[in-house]
C-alpha cells in the first residue's frame, strides 16, 4: 500500500503591483551579473538560477510562487512507500519542449527524460558524462548520488526513485533549480551532433520562457513559451535580462524606463529610488545569510583559536551599519530566525580586539598575513562586499593581521572558492527549500569542493546532519539540528555576518511580481499593465 503524499499548502506572500488589465508585451530586467551557464545541474548560484531553471525549465515538483509550498509540477502527483524509501511520480501530460535552430522535438515531455536527467547527475558513467564531464555541485553535496539507488521509468508517465535511506528533505529538494528536467530527446541529439556541451549554452526545457539568444555580459533575450502546459503562468510575450553589475546604473536605469525590475540594489541606491512616481519597493525579510568562510585545512586558520581571534576582531555592528544601513540584522547562526529549528540560545563573542590579539599570541601567530576574498557582485546577503572587505581589512590590521583583498569575477570566484583557494572569503546562501538541511548540509563532508567554502569536515556536525536528514518527525529533527548548530558555533567554520532585508524596486506597469522567500527572481505570472 502507498499513501498519498499531499503538497503542502500555505498562502504566499503577494508582493505586487496592482492592476484592472493586464496587458502582453516585453519585460525588462536589470540582473546583477552574467550567469555560469543555462544547465541548472552544474550551477549553484542564483545569477545562475535566475537565468536558467526559472524561465526555462520546470521541475517535478515546485515551489509555490512567492512561497515555500511544495506544489505539483512536471508530475501531478505522487505517492510515498510505507517505508519511505519509494517516491512514485505520475507525471503531467501533453506537455511540450522548446524547440530552437538546430532542435525540433517530436514527442511530449515523458519519463524517458526524467530518467535522463537523474542518471546524468548521478553516474559518472552515463554516456552524456562521458562525451561533456560535468560537475553536478548540489547533487552531490547533498549525498544524493550516494542516496538514490535507481530512478526508472514504470511506464511513459510513471517514474519511481528507489531511496537507500529516509530523506526527509527529498521532496523539497526536488523543487529546487539543480532538479530541472531536461529534454532526453535534445540530448541524444547534441550527441549526435558531436555538441553535448550545448546543453549548458543552448537550453532546451518545458518553462515558461525560451531561450533565444546570449549576447555574454549584456543582455540575455527570452520569448513567451506559447504552448506552455499553465497558461495561467505567460502573460509576456518577451523578457529580457540587462545584465547591469552597477547597483547605482540598474536604478538609473530603471528611473530611465529602461528597465521594468532592478535586482535588489544597494542601500544607499535604494534610497535614491524612493519617492520615484513611476516605482514601486516591495519588500521582505529574506531567508537569508551573509558569512566569511576560514578555510580550515589552510594554516594557521587550522587552529580554531585563529579563527576566533579573527571572528572576535571584527566590528560586525558597524559593518551592519555601514553596509546594510538598516536593511540587515545580525546573524549568529548559520540559518536565518525564520527556519524553524533554529537555535536561539547561540550568540557570538562580543567584538574584543585586545582579546582577540591574546589569543593569536597563545596560538603563536605574529604578523599574519592572509587573503581576504571579496565578492565582484552585490547579492541579497552582502549589498557590498568592497566595503565590507576594506572594514574587515581595518578590524584585522589592529590586531596585527594583514590582508590582502582579491576579487575574481563571479563565475571564477565560485569555481575557485570550491577548490578551497581562498584564505578567508565572502560568501553567502539564500535559503532553496524551507527545510533545516539545505543550510547545515553546505557544511557538511559531501560538500567539501561544492558549497563547502571551508573545506570544513567534522564528523560529529554530519552525523548530525546525517541524522536529521533520516528522521520524519520534526520535533526530532528539531533537537537535532539544535545540536548541530551548537557544533558549528564551537568549530566556527564562519564568522556569520547579517541576515539581510530584501528590497526589489521596478515600474508600476509591473503586475504580480512575487518575491521568492529563496531569492529567486521569477517572471512567471507576472504581466505589465
Known amino acids: 500500500m502507498h499513501r498519498y503524499v499531499r503538497p503542502s499548502l500555505i498562502l504566499a506572500t503577494l508582493i505586487a503591483a496592482s492592476a484592472t488589465t493586464h496587458a502582453a508585451g516585453t519585460l525588462k530586467y536589470c540582473s546583477e551579473g552574467s550567469p555560469a551557464g543555462f544547465d541548472p545541474g552544474q550551477l549553484t548560484a542564483g545569477t545562475d538560477f535566475d537565468a536558467s531553471s526559472q524561465p526555462v525549465f520546470n521541475r517535478l515538483v515546485e515551489f509555490q510562487r512567492g512561497g515555500t509550498a511544495v506544489v505539483p509540477g512536471l508530475a501531478e502527483k505522487w505517492t510515498l512507500s510505507p517505508d ?3 517516491y512514485t511520480f505520475h507525471l503531467r501530460r501533453g506537455v511540450k519542449f522548446h524547440s530552437n535552430e538546430a532542435f525540433k522535438p517530436t514527442r511530449d515531455f515523458n519519463a524517458q527524460d526524467v530518467v535522463f536527467t537523474f542518471e546524468r547527475m548521478g553516474k559518472r558513467e552515463h554516456p552524456y558524462n562521458k562525451a561533456y564531464p560535468a560537475e553536478f555541485h548540489y547533487y552531490t553535496s547533498m549525498g544524493m548520488d550516494q542516496n538514490i539507488a535507481n530512478v526508472e521509468a514504470v511506464d511513459p508517465y510513471t517514474v519511481r526513485f528507489t531511496l537507500k535511506k529516509i530523506d526527509a528533505a527529498f521532496i523539497a529538494n526536488l523543487a529546487m533549480g539543480f532538479a530541472s528536467i531536461h529534454s532526453a530527446e535534445y540530448a541524444d541529439a547534441l550527441l549526435k551532433a558531436g555538441k553535448p556541451a550545448q546543453i549548458a549554452s543552448a537550453p532546451i526545457g518545458t518553462g515558461p520562457f525560451v531561450f533565444t539568444r546570449y549576447d555574454k555580459d549584456s543582455v540575455i533575450r527570452y520569448s513567451a513559451n506559447k504552448a506552455y502546459w499553465n497558461k495561467a503562468e505567460t502573460k509576456l510575450d518577451k523578457l529580457i535580462f540587462v545584465i547591469t553589475p552597477d547597483s547605482a546604473v ?65 566590528n560586525k555592528k558597524a559593518i551592519l551599519e555601514a553596509v546594510y544601513q538598516g536593511t540587515g540584522i545580525a546573524a549568529s547562526n548559520p ?20 582579546k582577540a590579539k591574546a589569543l593569536l599570541a597563545k596560538a603563536g601567530v605574529k604578523q599574519l598575513e592572509i ?49 578551497g583557494e581562498a584564505d578567508t572569503g565572502m560568501f553567502g546562501w539564500t535559503g532553496d527549500n524551507g527545510d533545516p538541511d539545505n543550510w547545515l548540509n553546505i557544511l557538511s563532508c559531501d560538500a567539501v569542493g561544492a558549497g563547502n567554502y571551508s573545506q570544513w569536515c567534522d564528523k ?35 564568522s556569520t555576518i547579517a541576515h539581510s532585508v530584501v528590497s526589489v524596486p521596478m515600474n508600476r506597469k509591473v503586475v504580480d511580481f512575487k518575491i521568492s522567500p529563496f531569492g529567486r527572481m521569477s517572471f512567471s505570472g507576472v504581466s505589465l499593465q
Not at 390 to 413: F, H, L, P, R, S
Not at 464 to 483: E, P
Open 335 to 354: 540559518m536565518p530566525p525564520t527556519q524553524w529549528s533554529y537555535n536561539k540560545n547561540l550568540k557570538d563573542a562580543p567584538y574584543n580586539p585586545e
Open 250 to 314: 540598474r536604478v538609473q536605469k530603471l528611473k530611465a524606463g529602461e528597465c521594468d525590475i532592478a535586482f535588489m540594489p544597494k542601500p544607499a541606491d535604494l534610497a535614491a529610488a524612493k519617492g520615484h512616481p513611476k516605482i514601486v519597493i516591495a519588500s521582505q525579510p529574506g531567508f537569508n545569510v551573509g558569512y566569511l568562510s576560514y578555510n580550515v585545512t589552510k594554516k594557521p586558520l587550522d587552529k580554531l583559536e585563529v579563527r576566533q581571534a579573527l571572528d572576535m576582531a571584527i
Open 460 to 494: 560529529e556536525f554530519d552525523k548530525l546532519v546525517l541524522d536529521g536528514k533520516q528522521t520524519a518527525d520534526v520535533k526530532k529533527r528539531t533537537a537535532i539540528y539544535m545540536k548541530a548548530q551548537e557544533r558549528f558555533k564551537q568549530a566556527m567554520p564562519w
Open 84 to 86: 519511505g524509501l519509494q
Open 371 to 419: 587573503g581576504l576574498w571579496a565578492m565582484p557582485v552585490q547579492r541579497p546577503y552582502n549589498p557590498n562586499a568592497k566595503l565590507m572587505a576594506e572594514m574587515i581589512q581595518a578590524d584585522w590590521a589592529k590586531v596585527g593581521v594583514t590582508a590582502k583583498i582579491t576579487t575574481y569575477e563571479w563565475a571564477e570566484y565560485l569555481k575557485r572558492g570550491k577548490k
